[in-house]
Nanobody
Framework: QVQVAETGGGLVQTGGSLRLSCSAS????????VDWYRQAPGKQREFVAG???????NYADSAKGRFTISRDKAENSVLLQMNGLKPEDTAVYSC?????????????WGQGTQVTVSS
């Protein structure tokens, strides 16, 4: 069974940076897409950034200009570089992966990693 796992969360001050990593037990480059979502306390989970099989990234408006998503072949990971962090970025960040095996699509969520931005 394919597993995904996030690392890299932590506590950072406003304006600081963190790099999150989503690793998988399946070749990242064969994934249909890998996305980052986040959920703050009392709020619904929201899309942050994603990268499709062809390598094209897309971002939520809140992430544009501050966050960068990329794929790392050596680490078989999808990275989320977060710069200029704000207190409103505080949330549990989760990785979502989707892939096809034949005509069947599979999905997997990671457990999440906490990001806390202090003011």
């Amino acid at each position: 069974q394919v597993q995904v796992a996030e690392t890299g969360g932590g506590l950072v001050q406003t304006g600081g940076s963190l790099r999150l990593s989503c690793s998988a037990s399946r070749d990242i480059f064969t994934m249909n897409r890998v996305d980052w979502y986040r959920q703050a306390p009392g709020k619904q989970r929201e899309f942050v950034a994603g990268i499709a099989w062809g390598g094209i990234p897309n971002y939520a408006d809140s992430a544009k200009g501050r966050f960068t998503i990329s794929r790392d072949k050596a680490e078989n990971s999808v990275l989320l570089q977060m710069n200029g962090l704000k207190p409103e970025d505080t949330a549990v960040y989760s990785c979502y992966a989707a892939w096809y095996e034949g005509d069947t699509m599979y999905e997997k969520w990671g457990q999440g990693t906490q990001v806390t931005v202090s003011s």
